[in-house]
């Protein structure tokens, strides 16, 4: 079990299974998002993950085409993020996670769009675009 929450605590949540693999995205999308140099996201299965508080600060934002963002409308803190193609999976922001969280990334998405001040370097894959195993 995991649990999770936004920067105002308003938003708490848990996951009842363990997050799957995850990499850094580098989309201009999830940097703006996050506020960084990039996102951490992992996969997790909606029915898995369990809204404890916060359904009244908790907004889904479609930020393109398909891609809706998740976050606490108090203090802006990301959730997690879905395509409607697929909302059953949801790409939970490893930032919100209140239990410790010990896996590494595997890779780095999108890094055609990275911002120009961040250098990568770790030994990881990078990928200019998606990548899916």
């Known amino acids: 079990m995991y649990e999770g929450s936004c920067l105002c605590r308003s938003i708490r949540y848990e996951i009842s299974q363990?997050?799957?693999?995850?990499g850094y995205c580098h989309c201009?999308?999830?940097r703006k998002a996050s506020g960084s140099?990039?996102?951490?996201?992992a996969p997790v299965q909606r029915e898995n993950f369990h809204l404890r508080s916060g359904t009244e600060t908790?907004?889904?934002?479609e930020s393109s085409p398909?891609?809706?963002?998740?976050f606490c409308t108090n203090c802006g803190s990301p959730i997690y993020a879905f395509r409607s193609g697929h909302p059953e999976l949801l790409?939970?922001?490893?930032?919100s996670l209140d239990t410790s969280f010990t896996k590494r990334a595997r890779e780095h998405r999108y890094v055609a769009e990275k911002a120009p001040w961040e250098e990568i370097e770790d030994h990881l894959p990078q990928y200019p675009g998606p990548h899916t195993p």
């Open 58 to 61: 908790l907004k889904e934002f």
């Open 18 to 22: 363990e997050p799957g693999e995850f």
């Open 91 to 95: 790409g939970i922001r490893l930032g």
């Open 28 to 30: 201009v999308s999830c």
């Open 66 to 70: 398909g891609m809706f963002r998740a």
């Open 37 to 41: 140099s990039h996102a951490a996201n």
